[in-house]
């Protein structure tokens, strides 16, 4: 059965860093585009940054550029999202998703609050 579970998620101060981890199983890893999404509280879910099957292309929302990377180790069903010089504004709850042709995964979420 597919399965993505993100963890590193927790409080952390303004100025912080806190790495987030998605284990996949359940699929070809490989074979799917890796994405992160997050939904601050009372907004819409947002693509945070997407990385290419082999880890060849990542792109970012404007908002997290220069300051979130988004990684992927293929050997152990893994996707990161390094998530550096944090603001209270990416409080939210991030999820990992897998995507390819005719299907789609999501993770249950973990929760990132950044506040002093």
């Known amino acids: 059965q597919v399965q993505l579970v993100e963890s590193g998620g927790g409080l952390v101060q303004p100025g912080g860093s806190l790495r987030l981890s998605c284990a996949a199983s359940?699929?070809?890893?490989?074979?799917?585009?890796m994405s992160w999404y997050r939904q601050p509280p009372g907004k819409e879910r947002e693509l945070v940054a997407r990385?290419?099957?082999?880890?060849?292309?990542?792109n970012y929302a404007d908002g997290v550029k220069g300051r979130f990377t988004i990684s992927r180790d293929n050997a152990k069903n893994t996707v990161y999202l390094q998530m550096n010089s944090l603001k209270p504004e990416d409080t939210a709850v991030y999820y990992c998703?897998?995507?390819?042709?005719?299907?789609?995964?999501w993770g249950q979420g973990t929760q990132v609050t950044v506040s002093s």
């Open positions: 998703h897998a995507k390819r042709l005719y299907a789609a995964y």
């Open positions: 359940g699929f070809t890893f490989s074979d799917y585009a």
């Open positions: 990385i290419t099957n082999f880890g060849s292309s990542t």
